[in-house]
């Protein structure tokens, strides 16, 4: 899709890059909220994002996309299937940053797209070029690396990888918007979430309404955190290339992984660096194939 005249042509890179970047620094948001468990935190998330995407939808007139999204039954079972996808993966990440653990969470969104390459190949019947399967061995070899070094599987980047890779291959084949979709996730994951949230709260087990004000506060904000990037991704992803979205999504692990090392002193080892200097060249290979296949087309 081409930029619309009216808008400037780095518009859209700055939807992008901004979706990005938050996503990058958002370590440090649930830093904040580490005195507080990361089942509590996620449950708040899933509640304040509900609240906060169906104001949206009301004031952008878009409750009927959302009406029609949960009316139509295989878009509905999908998602579902995604909501639960995606609490996963918010749950494993919270507490991987809380316990100081956010270099695993860097390399697992480094490895997420290569791990989209193999489920497109899996359940979409793709075809990997050469280059692709190069780099998959690659990052293969960077997992095996990681894995002698821990004596144990990396789990939490592989969890973050993979449940976020099948998230994104759900939402792929669902004709249903982001914001919308996001919606009915939430919808699906609310009733329990809020049962819980009653349940701590009544019982003074929580920390909401316990502790002070500003953890209240960041609870809530944390509906807003997780919306306003997906929606600036979206916009940016409708403005510019698809080659240039693939370059911008790697400023969120980048990001992360400096916050990681420089500003809360996580150990960056030998190992770290062979391993993540083998999927840094694994993804530097297909990032280079994808836009010289791009401009070839675009010529």
């Keep these: 899709m081409t930029t619309p005249p009216t808008l400037p042509p780095n518009r859209g890179v700055l939807y992008g890059a901004s979706a990005y970047i938050t ?25 304040w994002t509900l609240i906060f995407a169906i104001s949206a939808l009301g004031a952008w007139h878009r409750l009927p996309k959302l009406y029609a999204a949960l009316t139509n039954r295989k878009a509905l079972m999908a998602l579902m299937v995604s909501a639960v996808l995606i609490a996963i993966n918010w749950g494993v990440f919270i507490w991987a940053v809380t316990v100081d653990h956010i270099i ?23 075809k990997l070029t050469r280059i ?57 994951l609310a009733p329990v979430s809020l049962g819980y949230i009653v349940y701590l709260v ?7 309404l316990h ?35 693939g370059f911008l999504q790697y400023l969120a692990p980048s990001i992360s992984l400096m916050i990681a090392v420089f500003l809360y002193n996580e150990p960056f080892t030998h190992a770290h660096a062979i391993t993540f200097a083998l999927i840094w060249s694994a993804l530097a290979l297909v990032s280079w194939e994808a836009f010289r296949r791009e401009a070839y087309s675009a010529a």
């Excluded at 969104?109 to 979409?124: D, E, K, R």
């Excluded at 500003?214 to 403005?239: E, H, Y």
Aim: cysteine-free; proline content about 4%; glycine content about 10%.
């Design 23 to 47: 996503w990058g620094i958002i370590p440090i948001f649930w830093k904040y909220l580490s005195h507080v468990g990361p089942v509590e935190i996620v449950t708040h998330r899933i509640v």
């Design 202 to 208: 009544t019982t003074h087990q929580g920390a909401f």
């Design 211 to 245: 502790i002070d004000m500003s953890t209240n506060l960041l609870l809530i904000v944390a509906g807003p955190i997780t919306a306003i990037p997906l929606l600036l991704f979206a916009a940016g992803a409708r403005l510019v290339r698809l080659s240039t979205m």
């Design 104 to 126: 695993e969470t860097s390399l697992g969104y480094y490895i997420n797209p290569l791990v989209s390459f193999m489920l497109g190949v899996v359940f979409l019947g793709e």
């Design 132 to 188: 692709q399967l190069f780099a998959i061995g690659l990052a293969v070899l960077g997992v095996i690396n990681q894995t002698v070094s821990l004596g144990y599987l990396p789990w939490i980047s592989l969890v973050l990888a993979v449940s976020f890779g099948i998230y994104g291959l759900i939402r792929k084949t669902v004709a249903v918007e982001s914001l919308e979709g996001l919606t009915v996730e939430a919808i699906v």
